[in-house]
């Protein structure tokens, strides 16, 4: 009898003869490169450094995409993006020292928001890797240890023929679930150096899966099957794993209403009669998920965005469906199942047993009647005007990236996705400058579909020089600002604690001719212009910018 492990593939005799006589004039870089490639990577994301500049000569000779941003982070956030919309892992080339510490707030952002992004730094030159004070340029005692709190596992390189499995290692880990970053770094010497090693052919580094034990699946149906207020509250796991259609055959089979996290925008039909859509920020919607006697959350830790703040105090079953260990039932008790969100639903579709419950659409439209009744009683219709009109002009299948910013914090509760994995923002680590650069990487995922990326004037400054790229690219983004002349969100906070706000208030460019100094297309419009100068920015090719002043408010929390 044989195994399949049992099995060796044999080369064919010009296999052997090309690993025997490999093309002159490569170098370490050249493994990397072809690394990625054989793996499945197309586009690659990054800034070349002195340090790194041997993977950069090798891209010269691959035919891998290079998309170049201007600043570290803002290629971070790329990446980020890039991830997130393929679900394929992102390759981010940087380099050492500052370059390499440029990128920490956006893989945090990667981490928070599992989106897979493998990060290649390179480092010093191999006798100065240790912790000795070598001199070299950019020398840090540990570079490595900047980021292995940040990410998912971290590979270090120190020889060639380490590079094709240190990578291959890394990208199984960026795309085990759940998702990551991942840092590998790789010495400017050994990159640099000639290679004998034969060309990497394709690689084999797929994710382990991560299915559900079937003895809790097994209760978690029971559970819900005779539940007789049942909920679920759908997060990130559920778009990141394409569990959407899993997720609503359950819950029509089971009657049960569902909510989704800002994280889980798209997971569930906004429309449907069971959708309580996303007003998680306010207490109507707490109220009702406290008072469910069985609660299903798939995909989502609960955190302070997801709790409304930490206020939800749940008092029936919890049942919580997680990837990331950290996360089961790390804020409230409940039955934690460890698994991929749509192993696990398609788990329970096996097995729960229908429950027909005509009531539950009612609750749903009298919970919806008092969020729309509570925020018609405050003056909050420019809010509402404005965000509409981006919904009316963003096409469907469009994704959108948004910056943290006060229409974002809007968008998060009340902006219809429409699609699932169309919707995203930064509200994973809340570093600003994120929206643009994001897109970026969206359009270099899909160059067909038109992104759009929402500012406001304070996080737009973080990643202006990016409009250089936009051009250089022709990217399919059309960039909204909204300026305010200042840091809002954080204006409306310090307000309302202390009586006045400090530090908040910019002065700012002319933001549509500095467009215009890039060759990007901008235009200054109104509220009342919006859906129009957007929807035609949208429908041209290439980069685009639409200002708009606007002072926009937030609705008054629940939470305090």
């Known amino acids: 009898m044989t195994h399949d492990h049992d099995l060796v593939l044999r080369p064919t005799a010009a296999q052997t003869e090309a690993a025997l006589n490999p093309p002159a ?57 890039y991830g997130r919309i393929t679900g394929e892992a992102a390759p981010l080339l940087l380099s050492t020292g500052p370059g390499a510490l ?22 010093v030159p191999a006798a100065g890797l240790g912790g000795g004070r070598r001199g070299y340029l950019h020398e840090l005692r540990d570079q490595q240890a900047s980021f292995r709190d940040i990410v998912k596992s971290v590979h270090t390189v120190r020889t060639q023929s380490q590079i094709p499995s240190a990578i291959a290692a890394a990208w199984e880990s960026a795309l085990t679930a759940p998702h990551g970053p991942v840092w590998v770094e790789i010495p400017q010497d050994v990159l640099l150096a000639r290679t004998v090693l034969p060309v990497v052919t394709a690689m084999d580094a797929a994710p382990e899966d991560l299915p559900p034990r079937p003895e809790l699946t097994a209760v978690a149906a029971h559970l819900l099957a005779h539940a007789e207020r049942p909920a679920i509250i759908a997060g990130g796991g559920v778009v990141r794993s394409d569990a959407s259609g899993k997720l609503l055959a359950l819950a029509e089979r089971i009657s049960a209403p569902v909510v989704t996290t800002f994280g889980g ?88 047993e229908a429950r027909p419950d ?52 809007w968008a998060w509760s009340a902006f219809d996705a429409r699609r699932p994995n169309t919707m995203h923002s930064a509200q994973g680590a809340g570093g600003l400058g994120y929206a643009f650069p994001a897109a970026l990487g969206a359009a270099a995922a899909d160059p067909t579909r038109p992104v759009l990326a929402v500012s406001g ?83 041209r090719p290439g980069p685009s910018v639409v200002v708009l002043p606007a002072l926009l408010k937030m609705f008054a929390p629940t939470h305090l």
């Open 25 to 81: 004039g490569r170098t370490g870089g050249d493994l990397v490169v072809e690394t990625l490639a054989g793996l499945g990577a197309t586009t690659v994301f990054g800034l070349p450094g002195q340090h790194g500049l041997g993977v950069f000569d090798a891209l010269r000779r691959s035919k891998l995409q290079y998309v170049g941003l201007r600043v570290e982070n803002n290629a971070g956030f790329a990446a980020d993006a």
């Open 102 to 123: 440029m990128s920490l707030a956006a893989l945090q952002e990667a981490a928070a928001a599992s989106a897979p992004v493998l990060a290649i730094g390179s480092q």
């Open 265 to 352: 925008k798209g997971a569930y039909p906004w429309e449907h009669p069971l959708s309580l859509q996303s007003w998680l920020e306010d207490r109507h919607t707490t109220d009702f998920l406290e008072d469910a006697d069985v609660l299903l959350v798939v995909g989502s830790g609960l955190g302070e965005l997801s709790s409304n703040y930490h206020t939800f105090a749940p008092r029936g079953r919890v049942i919580q469906i997680e990837a990331d260990l950290g996360k089961l039932e790390s804020n409230h008790p409940a039955l934690g199942i460890h698994a991929d969100a749509r192993l696990a639903l398609s788990a329970l579709l096996e097995t729960v």
């Open 358 to 409: 005509t009531g539950a659409a009612d609750r749903v439209r009298t919970v919806l009647d008092k969020v729309r009744e509570r925020i018609d009683a405050q003056d909050l219709s420019l809010e509402r005007r404005v965000l509409a009109a981006v919904r009316e002009a963003l096409p469907d299948d469009a994704p959108s990236f948004w910056d943290m910013t006060i229409l974002a914090y």
């Open 457 to 539: 004037d304070g996080g737009a400054m973080y990643s202006i020089a990016e409009l250089a790229t936009a051009r250089q690219h022709g990217s399919n983004v059309t960039w909204l600002i909204v300026d305010d002349g200042g840091y809002g969100i954080l204006r409306e906070y310090m307000t309302d604690a202390f009586g006045e706000a400090t530090g908040t208030e910019l002065a700012r460019p002319d933001f549509v001719a500095l467009a215009g100094s890039f060759g990007v297309p901008a235009v200054r419009t109104t509220p009342e212009a919006l859906r129009e100068d957007l929807a035609k920015s949208l429908a």
